[in-house]
């Protein structure tokens, strides 16, 4: 296992399409976040899953983002209806059950909405 | 809700030299846990240093080593004899048991040669 991958690593859509992006965490671990990240901030939580349960949500997250997470191993996030304030960096991270454990972080995949 | 606030936007040091980064976060939890993540130019982000709010000693990791003052909720990072490599984005994080990360704004460091 090499890791957390996100794929498509960029994605450029237009406006009002929807886009999904795929997530594959290290294969042991439970946990798996998904964050957005825009130039120059620290990354801003959108939800986690334990195995496949999406134990919390950002109240901050519209009504057209929807994350699964259908068998505790992969997961995805679709973005209904974009729009450009959807462009961001979104980051993909998995840890283990153990609270002092380390999230690793994927590369990300860069959301640019024209 | 917990906040992590980091006052250094950007920061810079000479190659060798010792630079701290600040820290500073908000909770009412008595159980948590804090990180130091790095984030080289378009590359992801790895642990750099972790800290258990139980424990009294100071973490240290090579090069790199924190000042935790949990009455102050202060979290500093401290890097010493720094090296090019060394340049990239700087984030805290806190993280109390079972729940999200929470990230601060982060700090730029320039290791100038």
């Known amino acids: 296992d090499t890791g957390v991958s996100q794929n498509p690593r960029h994605k450029i859509t237009k406006r009002g399409q929807n886009v999904t992006f795929r997530c594959d965490p290290i294969?042991?671990?439970?946990?798996l976040y998904w964050y957005r990240q825009t130039l120059g901030q620290g990354p801003e939580f959108l939800t986690y899953?334990?195995?496949?349960?999406?134990?919390?949500k950002s109240r901050l997250l519209s009504d057209r983002f929807s994350a699964e997470r259908p068998k505790g191993s992969f997961s995805t996030l679709e973005i209904q209806r974009t729009e450009q304030g959807d462009s961001a960096m979104y980051l993909c991270?998995?840890?283990?059950?153990?609270?002092?454990?380390?999230?690793?972080f994927g590369q990300g995949t860069r959301l640019t909405v024209v | 809700a917990q906040t992590v606030t980091q006052s250094q936007p950007e920061m810079s040091v000479q190659e060798a030299e010792t630079v701290t980064l600040s820290c500073t976060y908000d909770?009412?939890?008595?159980?948590?846990?804090l990180f130091w993540y790095k984030q080289p130019p378009s590359r992801q982000m790895i642990l750099v240093i972790r800290?258990?709010?139980?424990?009294?000693q100071n973490a240290t990791e090579n090069r790199f080593s924190v000042n935790f003052q949990k009455a102050a909720k202060s979290f500093s990072l401290k890097i010493s004899d720094s090296q090019l490599g060394d340049t990239a984005m700087y984030f805290c994080?806190?993280?109390?048991?079972?729940?999200?990360?929470?990230f601060g704004t982060g700090t730029s460091l320039t290791v100038i040669p």
């Open positions: 991270a998995s840890t283990l059950l153990q609270p002092n454990t380390e999230a690793f």
């Open positions: 294969s042991e671990h439970n946990r």
């Open positions: 899953f334990q195995n496949e349960a999406q134990l919390e």
């Open positions: 909770t009412s939890e008595s159980n948590y846990y």
């Open positions: 800290q258990e709010a139980y424990k009294q």
């Open positions: 994080a806190f993280v109390k048991m079972g729940n999200q990360f929470y």
